[in-house]
């Protein structure tokens, strides 16, 4: 078992106002690792961390062995971390290719070959809106998008921010079983941001639940069905 992120008391802050208050977590290569919990305990703010997008205070994380706490976003995209915000951040202007050809940035490699059959093979509804403006496409086409421009960089680490927000059961199903695929036959890691169980249960492997800034449960998937957790997410 390769751990391939993990936190050690980790702790950020926005300004004066402490969010994170020593998080402990380890997610395993090739795994998808589900961050559960309520509106407002952290979990965003976690993966931005991790990203470089909000300071660590304290603490640490370590991706592959590797302290990555102080590296600024475009060095952790550049060694194989992708994010997915949550909301998506589609460019509405920009055409589904160009929106794509932005996720070679990342790698600073803005005159590479977009590596679109991998993309149209995981993703077939884009090959065939390839030309269409990213705000005309609907909030599942748009989270295909989100991650699909996240691949375009060959990531091994996956940070993903409530993907099925806003978007229909369909989809979502379709966006389960992409994530599953990834982990499973390219050894993708996934660290998802999720509140709905019944997604969760679908394609996690280990979860951890959050609450005001620490990890309070963790376990198996086959623990998700605990009424604890259940009575905590609902209230």
Not at 160 to 182: F, R
Request: without cysteine; positive net charge.
């Amino acid at each position: 078992m390769e751990i391939i992120l993990e936190s050690n008391n980790l702790q950020a802050a926005y300004g004066q106002s402490t969010i994170l208050w020593g998080v402990n977590f380890k997610a395993v290569k090739g795994k998808i690792t589900t961050i559960m919990g309520r509106n407002g305990v952290g979990k965003t703010t976690l993966l931005k961390t991790i990203m470089g997008l909000v300071k660590v205070s304290d603490g640490s994380i370590k991706f592959q062995k590797e302290e990555i706490g102080a590296m600024p976003p475009h060095k952790k995209a550049r060694m194989g971390i992708s994010y997915v915000p949550q909301g998506r951040e589609i460019i509405p202007k920009l055409t589904v290719y160009e929106n794509l050809k932005l996720g070679m940035e990342a790698l600073g490699n803005k005159k590479g070959k977009l590596p679109e059959e991998v993309i149209y093979e995981l993703f077939p509804i884009l090959k065939d809106f390839r030309k269409r403006l990213g705000g005309n496409l609907s909030g599942g086409q748009q989270q295909q998008l989100a991650l699909a421009r996240a691949m375009v960089s060959n990531p091994s680490l996956i940070l993903l921010d409530e993907p099925t927000e806003g978007i229909q059961p369909s989809i979502a199903m379709e966006i389960a079983q992409v994530l599953k695929n990834l982990a499973r036959e390219k050894n993708i890691s996934v660290l998802l941001v999720e509140q709905k169980i019944d997604f969760a249960k679908q394609l996690t492997d280990y979860y951890y639940f959050m609450d005001r800034g620490k990890m309070v449960m963790e376990g198996g998937k086959e623990e998700l069905e605990h009424q604890e957790i259940k009575k905590h997410l609902s209230v």
